[in-house]
């Protein structure tokens, strides 16, 4: 008999993938004796089922799932920093009415097409919304380094999030449908960027945000790499976005308070290249 | 690309018979001389890996007292990856064994 626990850790699996091969993997364990019945075998049958459910068992290419992750890191970096631009255009409606907002919703849309993974569709957008932002920034009567700050941001957020989707579509187009549950890591995205905007990054509610899907990203790369990967992207554009802060002087931070806060990235950074390129290599040749 | 070696085995345990899952296990942790010992999900993700790569495919099913049970073989071009990659194996452990043989001391 199969215990009760590998019954339930089955259930890790599809319901369509049970239905064909559910019988077929208990009668294997059923087989095997007291050495099926083992916790090895529960945690295995778990680590199984999530892989199939996040679509990445059976015929993934890594390149594929390396596209994925870098659309979905160019994904939370538009999204999130749409939703910063939404703050913003609020935080100073009386100076500027619409500019703002409209440049949310040309962010917003850029995030949207950057989840379809068709061709370059995802850059363009990209490219269009950071045009009408450049466009907005030498109109909007800035000055000095306030003017080079904004020229700053956007080169940091447009920057990475076009190379990913440039790099994504080099190394092919995925074909398989992929559950979306990464989506529920956009809120929290959002949250980082925002924190990181507003200069209040090493601020603990952004730790209490941040460290978490650091650590979820580190966690689940064995089986999905795909949060590893967005994770480098993201992170990428945070450190350049840091770097052009401190270079202009904003926030009044001084220069060893700067240096701490892109050394406090170099860890989890290190950490999620490793990760990400771990999880790679394992799903090309997963044992 | 190298094949790591619980595939090597999974691939290698089918060349002889058409197995089912546990006659799988059995065998690969024999040809193995008992270093792969394999788990029903590494074992059913590694050939639903292998199933899409072409390398092996489903002989049949048979069903005794209640019990579900579906049989694997190798492929043609299952047959060729594993007779590329026992070359490459073999030709590795030449290399090493003629020096081992002409007596060289390590330094």
Redesign the interface.
């Known amino acids: 008999m199969s215990t009760r626990a590998q019954r339930a850790a089955l259930r890790a699996y599809p319901r369509d993938y049970r239905a064909e091969?559910g019988?077929?993997?208990l009668?294997?364990?059923?087989?095997?004796g007291p050495a099926?019945r083992g916790h090895?075998?529960t945690?295995?049958?778990?680590?199984?089922?999530v892989?199939?459910r996040a679509g990445l068992?059976?015929?993934w290419h890594p390149q594929g799932v390396a596209a994925q992750g870098l659309r979905i890191g160019a994904f939370l970096i538009a999204g999130g920093y749409a939703l910063v631009l939404l703050g913003l255009a609020w935080q100073q409606r009386a100076m500027h009415p619409t500019g703002l907002a409209l440049l949310a919703a040309a962010w917003t849309a850029a995030a949207v097409v950057v989840l379809r993974p068709h061709r370059l569709a995802g850059a363009w957008a990209v490219a269009a919304a950071a045009a009408a932002e450049l466009a907005w920034v030498a109109r909007a009567g800035l000055h000095g380094g306030v003017l080079w700050f904004s020229f700053g941001t956007l080169a940091a957020i447009a920057g990475p999030c076009l190379a990913a989707l440039i790099a994504a579509h080099r190394l092919g187009v995925p074909t398989r449908r992929v559950a979306p549950w990464w989506l529920l890591g956009v809120l929290p995205q959002a949250l980082l960027l925002s924190g990181v905007v507003s200069g209040f990054f090493i601020s603990s509610a952004v730790l209490a945000v941040s460290v978490p899907l650091v650590l979820l990203a580190l966690a689940v790369a064995p089986l999905d790499p795909r949060p590893a990967v967005a994770g480098c992207v993201v992170l990428t554009a945070v450190v350049l976005w840091l770097a052009t802060a401190s270079l202009l002087g904003i926030y009044t931070w001084t220069a060893p308070m700067s240096a701490g806060r892109l050394l406090a990235l170099a860890a989890p950074g290190v950490l999620l290249v490793a990760a990400a390129t771990a999880g790679l290599r394992r799903l090309?040749?997963?044992? | 690309m190298a094949l790591r070696e619980p595939t090597y085995f999974i691939l290698a345990s089918l060349i002889d018979q058409p197995l089912h899952g546990y006659g799988i296990i059995k065998r690969a942790e024999e040809l193995s001389d008992g270093r792969v010992r394999l788990s029903a999900g590494t074992l059913y993700g590694a050939l639903d890996r292998l199933a899409s790569q072409g390398l092996v495919e489903i002989d049949g099913e048979e069903r005794v007292s209640g019990r579900e049970r579906r049989y694997y073989r190798l492929t043609a071009a299952g047959l060729q990856a594993l007779g590329e990659e026992s070359d490459r194996l073999a030709r590795a452990a030449r290399v090493v064994r003629s020096r081992l043989r002409a007596g060289v001391q390590p330094a």
Request: aromatic fraction near 0%.
């Open positions: 091969r019988a077929e993997i009668t294997t364990l059923e087989d095997m099926g090895r075998q945690l295995s049958l778990l680590a199984g089922g892989r199939t068992a059976g015929g090309a040749s997963p044992v």
